[in-house]
């Protein structure tokens, strides 16, 4: 059966990075593309960026432009999104996704807290 | 880019129908037939209900129907039952290659 399953738990000083990652289970890793969404305690769904694995074309949400990067490692069918400069507003549960126009199977997310 | 505009809570009684709005603008909603919608229960991931403004992924119930008109795209939920309570975002393609997520939407059934 389709999994993604994402890294545990982080916490960060503001100023530092943070690498979360999503390994993925039961298809072929670069026949779909990898989304990442955010959702901050108590808010809404935060769209961040794609990628897709076959080739590592990315897109980004232009507020995330500069600050986020997504990669792959294809020998090990896991995707990765790293955010810089983090700040107290980038404390949020981190998803990632199968898909770019569907969605359809998601990882059990990765809560970020950023605090000093 | 703006998320997109939802409802904050909308709630119905068992059996009743209720129906989600989100509007965008010709950019996003309006522009493409890329909307989807999804549900989510209290510290759960997310789960699609309709991709492509009307399409049904399968194993979701064929209670839940989309549509769109213009700049708004809307979820249908008929004959409500207790485990449709939880909260929905809708989703759209944009111009500028991206997506971006509506502001969510609570349901309570009474």
């Known amino acids: 059966q389709v999994q993604l399953v994402q890294s545990g738990a982080e916490v960060k000083r503001p100023g530092a990075s943070v690498k979360v990652s999503c390994k993925a289970s039961g298809y072929t890793f670069t026949s779909y593309d990898i989304s990442w969404v955010r959702q901050a305690p108590g808010q809404g769904l935060e769209w961040m960026g794609w990628?897709?694995?076959?080739?590592?074309?990315?897109g980004y949400a232009q507020k995330f432009q500069g600050r986020v990067t997504l990669t792959r490692d294809t020998s090990i069918s896991t995707a990765y999104m790293e955010l810089s400069s983090l700040r107290s507003d980038d404390t949020a549960v981190y998803y990632c996704a199968r898909g770019w126009n569907i969605l359809d199977y998601w990882g059990q997310g990765t809560l970020v807290t950023v605090s000093s | 880019q703006s998320a997109l505009t939802q409802p904050a809570s909308v709630s119905g009684s068992p059996g009743q129908s209720i129906t989600i709005s989100c509007t965008g603008t010709?950019?996003?909603?309006?522009?493409?037939?890329?909307v989807s919608w999804y549900q989510q229960h209290p510290g759960k991931a997310p789960k699609i209900m309709i991709f492509?403004?009307?399409n049904r992924p399968s194993g979701v119930s064929n209670r839940f129907s989309g549509s769109k008109s213009g700049n708004t795209a809307s979820l249908t939920i008929s004959g409500l039952q207790a485990e449709d309570e939880a909260d929905y975002y809708c989703c759209s393609h944009t111009s500028s290659n991206t997506r971006v997520f509506g502001t969510g939407t609570k349901v309570t059934v009474l």
């Open positions: 010709s950019s996003d909603v309006g522009g493409y037939n890329y």
């Open positions: 990628m897709i694995p076959n080739n590592g074309n990315t």
């Open positions: 492509e403004v009307s």
